[in-house]
Nanobody, 130 residues
Framework: QVQLMESGGGLVQAGGSLRLSCTASTSIFSIYALGWYRQAPGKQREMVAVITSTSTTHSSDSTHYADSVKGRFTISRDNAKNTVYLQMTSLKPEDTAVYYC??????????????????WGKGTLVTVSS
């Protein structure tokens, strides 16, 4: 069982930046898919950014972004800190949502195979004012 805790949400003006953090309760060294999803009021949860690995060397990690955030958001991971980050810049009001961190079981490639995430955090609210 992996527990995830997000932080870093808040209120920001359009054009501003925020960095979200998600810390896992266990080592993420062997977790191959870590990512961020978001859910706006009245909408379904959607993928924002995911970072995937194919081995524990993390020598060829890949990043995946929703079209709506490409060029503005950057996902990264710090295995030593068991943390995944989402750097958000040029924020828009339509980025307002609860942002959730998710991950797969260790050594699992479920997300890459289309099965989604196995664990979720409780979310952190990001509000972008116009």
């Amino acid at each position: 069982q992996v527990q995830l805790m997000e932080s870093g949400g808040g209120l920001v003006q359009a054009g501003g930046s925020l960095r979200l953090s998600c810390t896992a309760s266990t080592s993420i060294f062997s977790i191959y898919a870590l990512g961020w999803y978001r859910q706006a009021p009245g909408k379904q949860r959607e993928m924002v950014a995911v970072i995937t690995s194919t081995s524990t060397t993390h020598s060829s990690d890949s990043t995946h972004y929703a079209d709506s955030v490409k060029g503005r958001f950057t996902i990264s991971r710090d295995n030593a800190k068991n943390t995944v980050y989402l750097q958000m810049t040029s924020l828009k009001p339509e980025d307002t949502a609860v942002y959730y961190c998710g991950c797969n079981d260790p050594y699992s490639s479920s997300w890459l195979l289309g099965y989604g995430m196995d664990y979720w955090g409780k979310g952190t609210l990001v509000t972008v004012s116009s």
